[in-house]
Each structure stands twice: as C-alpha cells, then as structure tokens.
C-alpha cells in the first residue's frame, strides 16, 4: 500500500551531513524511528512523511533553517542515488535534464499535474528558466530550495569558474532565514512568486558534458529502469489512498482534503488521478471497510459491534445496512459462513 517515498540515499546523506554539523547520529536514528539497516541500501525507499522528519529534526538540532540548502550546496547527487550518476554521465545538458524528469522520482515522488515533467523548461528576455512543476509546492518548501541548490551545486562544482543561476523565484514566503538564500545560492531570489523557478544563461543548454561515457550511462540506466519499474509496479493512487487511509479507518470521517495534503498533491490532482483509474475517493473509502470488514468478521475474533467499530462505523445499525448493501447479507449471517460471505 503506497505512500510518496525518497529513496534511503538522500534520507542517509541528510543524516550524515546532521552528522558533520554535530548531531549524533543515533539521536537521529531515534528521532525519526529509523535504524541502520532501513538505510543501508541507497535504492531502498523512505516514506516522504520520515524524510521530512529527517529535515526538521536536523533543522532543530543544528539551528541551521538553511540546513537544506547547505546539504545541497556541500553534498554530490552521485554519492547518493543512481540519479546523480546517470545526469554526470550524460552527454550534454540538455540531455542531462530529460533524464533527470525521467528517472526524479527515484530521489523524490512527487506529483505532477497532467501526468507532465517535474522541470520545464521556459525561456524569456532574461535567459532560460528551469521551472519546478510540482503543485501545492508551498506544502513543503525544502524540496523547492532542495532543487534549486542541487541544480546550483552540481553545476558549480563542474564549472567554478562560470556562473550558474542568474536569479530564483520560489512562491513560498520568505522565511527567517531568507538572507542565507542568496549568500548560499549567490544570486538573486524573489519569494511569494507565481511559480517556483531557476533562471540560467540560454548557452548553457548546449552545454556539452567532457565525462559522457554511453557505456557507462547505458549501465546507469538500465540500473535506473529497474528501480522505476519497481516503483511503478506498485504506483495505483487506489492503493496509496488505502495504505493512508487504513491506520485511521477507525475514525471514520476521512477526507479527500486532508489524503491529498498527505500525499502531496492538490485535491484537484487526486480526484483526476483516481478518475483516470476510474474510481472515487468515496468509493475507495467504501470498498476498503468492505474488504476490512470481511476480514475481521472471517477470522471470528472480534464481534460485529466491534468490527463496525474499526472499519469507521460509530453505529451498529449503520454497518449492518452498508454490509447488506456490500455483500447481499447481513455481518452476523457472514460471520457463520465466512467461506459462502468471501465469494459474495
């Protein structure tokens, strides 16, 4: 049942640069319920919820608001996901960034409005801007500045001597520590924007990479195919929703505002994503106490006021109609026939 993940490379750098500011590790590990091992592979993967954990735990304990940027600026992508690899081993730039939009959610998963490309590219009178296509992005801000700081890092550790981005526009607020923005950046940033954007020189498009290795890109890549369809094999919105909605179905009111902030992504987008599998968030809701409720009342452990309690139901009288309704029968005829109630 999914939930938007990064993968362990970039949770484990985040720890191991908290590390280098003085954070003992372990108090890291303890914080954010992790332990060694769930970070030991880099291509394994890291609920987003934890990541962000990661960041704030590191922001607190370091003092640093800025530490996102800083980790960007003094880390490489290469040390921790195969990502880095392929976009270092790339011809040119231009090359560089089709393969970052095609293999970005092995680092990050986020959604993108139309089922388009996490970064466009948009050129005007001042230069060319990179944007940042994610919605909601004011959700959580530190993967914009994440972006940005990668883009401005990487490129200035391959060429010191050549400037990188001429100006950024974010559209979150500016933050306490809005100053450290252009110092670490070392250029112009805008907040409160209408998009979330870099602005480099047009020449740097044609950019030629003198690494580019097809050999060794080709490795990289199949690598990275891999991993992607692995994470796309189990990529259905209908079973995100369930392994989100599942730990509170107890509660009963459950809201498509409140999955969709969860899930990083506008309620917009999940009503569009779940109408491309054809399916309603009601309706998911709907056959999850369904399926739950089978469960609980096959295995004969709990009673049936007790199952109308966890699958969400404050009423007995409720979950007794919804179950005719399910299945054709009633809870308690279900429960002295389980093996006639499952193929109903």
């Given at each position: 049942m999914k939930h938007p993940t990064v993968s362990a490379g970039i949770a484990r750098s985040m720890i191991d640069y908290a590390e280098t500011r003085g954070i003992p590790r372990a108090r890291m590990f303890e914080a954010v319920g992790l332990v060694e091992a769930d970070l030991s592979d880099q291509?394994?993967?890291?609920?987003?919820?934890?990541?962000?954990e990661i960041i704030e735990v590191a922001k607190r304990g370091t003092g640093d608001g800025a530490f996102v940027l800083n980790h960007a600026i003094d880390t490489e992508l290469s040390d921790m996901s195969v990502v880095g690899l392929i976009v270092h081993s790339s011809a040119s730039m231009a090359d560089a960034m089709t393969e970052l939009n095609r293999y970005a959610r092995l680092m990050v998963e986020v959604d993108v409005m139309e089922g388009g490309e996490r970064f466009t590219?948009?050129?005007?009178?001042?230069?060319?801007?990179?944007?940042?296509?994610?919605?909601?992005?004011?959700?959580?801000?530190?993967?914009?500045?994440?972006?940005?700081?990668?883009?401005?890092?990487?490129?200035?550790?391959?060429?010191?001597?050549?400037?990188?981005?001429?100006?950024?526009?974010?559209?979150?607020?500016?933050?306490?520590?809005?100053?450290?923005?252009?110092?670490?950046?070392?250029?112009?940033?805008?907040?409160?924007?209408?998009?979330?954007?870099?602005?480099?020189?047009?020449?740097?498009?044609?950019?030629?990479?003198?690494?580019?290795?097809?050999?060794?890109?080709?490795?990289?890549?199949?690598?990275?195919?891999?991993?992607?369809?692995?994470?796309?094999?189990?990529?259905?919105?209908?079973?995100?929703?369930?392994?989100?909605?599942?730990?509170?179905?107890?509660?009963?009111?459950?809201?498509?505002?409140?999955?969709?902030?969860?899930?990083?992504?506008?309620?917009?987008?999940?009503?569009?994503r779940l109408k491309d599998e054809d399916a309603t968030f009601a309706g998911v809701l709907d056959?999850?106490?369904?399926?739950?409720?089978?469960?609980?009342?096959?295995?004969?452990?709990?009673?049936?006021?007790?199952t109308a309690y966890l699958v969400g139901f404050s009423e007995a009288s409720s979950f007794v109609r919804a179950f005719k309704r399910w299945s054709g029968q009633t809870p308690s005829a279900f429960r002295a026939t389980p093996e006639r109630g499952d193929v109903a």
């Open positions: 291509d394994a993967r890291v609920a987003l919820a934890t990541y962000r590219v948009q050129p005007d009178e001042s230069g060319v801007w990179i944007v940042d296509n994610r919605p909601d992005p004011n959700a959580f801000p530190e993967l914009s500045e994440a972006a940005f700081a990668r883009f401005e890092s990487e490129f200035r550790r391959e060429f010191p001597d050549r400037p990188f981005a001429r100006a950024i526009e974010v559209t979150h607020d500016a933050p306490a520590y809005a100053e450290a923005y252009e110092r670490i950046l070392r250029c112009p940033v805008t907040f409160g924007a209408t998009r979330n954007a870099l602005c480099i020189a047009p020449e740097w498009l044609t950019q030629e990479f003198d690494a580019y290795s097809g050999y060794v890109f080709g490795i990289f890549a199949d690598k990275a195919d891999a991993l992607l369809a692995e994470l796309e094999a189990s990529d259905s919105l209908i079973a995100r929703i369930e392994g989100w909605a599942l730990p509170n179905l107890h509660r009963g009111a459950l809201d498509a505002e409140t999955a969709a902030r969860d899930m990083g992504m506008s309620r917009q987008t999940l009503y569009r056959g999850l106490r369904f399926r739950m409720a089978r469960e609980y009342l096959a295995a004969r452990k709990v009673s049936v006021n007790e």
